[in-house]
């Protein structure tokens, strides 16, 4: 099967940053059978919980792109996080914006394999688990890791936002 270029540049950039899983293996990007457009029906169709899903949700943040990966157990306080980051505006993102800065689409967004650098924040309670699961760049793809490597590979910062 010839995969999709989003998952491919995933897939390239796990491989150069030696991204593990839960287990010590490296990271590998997985194709489900259906596409998965919420962490509910992520973690269904890997029979896992939900807070494990480390859902990609894009903001407009100023004018500038923002990536919170936040457990799928819980919404982002979009206020709080705002004031927090000292923030005029903070919004979700419109489609067109989440694929001009992440060249993904929404339900799909991986925390790595962008065409730039994306700020990055990761949700702190994602660290309750010893594997995370996050987006593979499609809606149909995703990949293990854990909350340690989730900053790593991303640059991203730990925050609590919920």
């Known amino acids: 099967m010839q995969l999709h270029a989003n998952v491919r540049a995933v897939q390239d950039?796990?491989?150069?940053?030696?991204?593990?899983?839960?287990?010590?293996?490296?990271?590998?990007?997985?194709?489900?059978?259906?596409?998965?457009?919420?962490?509910?029906?992520?973690?269904t169709a890997l029979g896992i919980e939900v807070g494990q899903i480390a859902n990609s949700l894009v903001f407009d943040a100023d004018g500038g792109p923002l990536l919170v990966l936040t457990s799928g157990a819980h919404r982002v306080d979009v206020p709080r996080l705002a004031a927090a980051l000292g923030l005029t505006t903070?919004?979700?993102?419109?489609?067109?914006?989440?694929?001009?800065?992440t060249g993904q689409p929404i339900g799909g967004v991986a925390p790595v394999g962008h065409p730039g650098p994306v700020r990055t924040l990761v949700d702190t309670a994602l660290d309750e688990y010893t594997e995370v699961w996050a987006a593979g760049g499609v809606p149909q793809a995703v990949f293990p890791t854990t909350y340690a490597e989730l900053l790593r590979i991303t640059g991203g910062t730990p925050a609590e936002v919920a």
Not at 90 to 101: G, N, Q, S, Y
């Open 13 to 43: 950039v796990l491989d150069r940053a030696d991204a593990r899983d839960g287990s010590g293996t490296p990271a590998r990007v997985r194709i489900l059978p259906e596409a998965v457009h919420t962490a509910a029906a992520a973690a």
């Open 90 to 101: 903070l919004r979700r993102a419109t489609p067109e914006f989440v694929r001009e800065h």
